[in-house]
């Protein structure tokens, strides 16, 4: 057992990275709730904004990795759906002009959507992990300055099949920059990323390692993408800096427990 979910993956990383955050989420009135809470604050991170209900069980992950390292994973997400557009309301309070706003697909669309427009309207820099894949209303898509999908999220998002062409990251890159998005890094696992910098295309190599468990992997390279780019790092830097932490964290096994510290990059 280890401690997980999209976000806390992310918030650790930020944290044990060198940012500072304010992190929410909602969770059961359960064992698992104060053993994450205990956790997260043992890791140095504000729990005062994570909210506990008694109409759903925390969140669960079921893993399994193969001998190649890569996950399938089931999730039973339980308060993780509870969390709604007033929860949110205290921590949107507290964003400022340039501030990020890292968030990922482990809540309702609707909250995602919510969080997103007022984050956007503050003037923050929203960062999306579209993840786990699902399709978002291309009405959000100019509100995001940056978006993080893995091959076939890209595909997903842009409405085109991973069949086509072999560089089906350039044209999805291409197609959600015309929807309005300001950035676009398409992971590949070991073959890198690909980016799409308002228009100017790169690829960036990944660092290469002999994985053992990939999960948290992107969670990793997410929240060490948003610690770079608060510290004034060019996209491109940025993107060489999370790889540096995700080739890490595939080299160990869980989630938290194989997000890297700072002096490790």
């Known amino acids: 057992m280890n401690y997980g979910g999209k976000g806390a993956n992310q918030a650790v990383a930020v944290k044990r990275l060198g940012g500072e955050l304010i992190f929410l989420t909602k969770l059961g009135n359960d064992l698992f709730a104060k053993q994450t809470i205990l956790s997260l604050e043992k890791e140095g991170i504000n729990t005062d904004y994570i909210i506990t209900t008694e109409k759903a069980p925390s969140g669960v992950a079921l893993i399994s990795v193969d001998n190649c390292g890569e996950n399938s994973i089931v999730v039973a997400p339980g308060a993780n759906m509870l969390l709604d557009e007033k929860d949110t309301d205290k921590v949107i309070d507290q964003i400022a002009k340039d501030d990020i706003l890292l968030i990922q697909l482990e ?25 786990p894949a699902q399709i978002i209303p291309e ?27 072999q560089k089906v990251e350039i044209m999805c890159t291409e197609k959600l920059i015309d929807l309005g998005v300001k950035n676009v890094i398409v992971t590949m696992g070991s073959k890198g990323c690909f980016v799409n910098e308002d ?67």
């Open 107 to 131: 809540i309702p669309i609707s909250t995602v959507e919510y969080v997103i427009r007022r984050a956007y309207q503050k003037g923050a820099k929203v960062i999306l992990n579209p993840a």
């Open 139 to 165: 009405h959000l898509f100019p509100c995001i300055y940056l978006i993080t999908p893995n091959v076939v999220e890209a595909a997903m998002l842009a409405k085109e099949s991973t069949e086509k062409d």
């Open 199 to 265: 228009r100017k295309t790169y690829h960036i190599d990944a660092f290469q390692v002999t994985p053992v468990d990939t999960t948290a992997a992107g969670d990793t390279f997410n929240g060490a993408l948003a610690v770079a780019l608060s510290e004034g790092m060019s996209l491109k830097e940025s993107v060489i800096f999370a790889s540096k932490a995700s080739s890490i964290a595939v080299t160990r096994v869980g989630a938290q427990s194989s997000i890297p510290y700072r002096n490790e990059l």
